[in-house]
């Protein structure tokens, strides 16, 4: 079970630093004047329903995050065939796959251990 927990919590940390990049930025926008700030927490909602959704179920969290993956993928395809393809693979793409993947690594411990 321990193992299972731990693998959760790394799992969480790609979508975690993402939320805590949102926030400072709603927080600071705002706090200088700008109320578009707000418009981050827009962005913050689904990316904080998928980390309790990573939590509490990580099996479905390790799925939706997945599907997220191959959506960005398809998305930014025009950008992965350019020269320039890392740094969006390495930033959009990769962290969701890395999650959904740790995320189901995580159900099928807790699923084992029961």
């Known amino acids: 079970m321990k193992s299972a927990k731990g693998l959760k919590i ?4 790609f979508p975690g ?35 309790w959704l ?15 993956g191959f959506v960005a993928l398809h998305s930014f395809f025009d950008a992965l065939r350019g020269s320039e393809w890392l740094a969006p693979f390495l930033i959009l793409i990769l962290p969701l796959f890395l999650s959904g993947l740790l995320l189901l690594g995580a159900a099928r411990l807790e699923k084992k251990s029961t």
């Open 54 to 68: 990573g939590w509490r179920r990580p099996l479905w969290g390790g799925m939706f995050l997945l599907v997220l």
């Open 10 to 13: 790394v799992a969480l940390i």
């Open 17 to 51: 630093i993402t939320l805590a990049v949102l926030l400072l930025f709603a927080v600071g926008e705002t706090a200088s004047g700008d109320w578009s700030g707000l418009g981050h927490l827009i962005q913050v909602i689904p990316i904080g329903l998928l980390v």
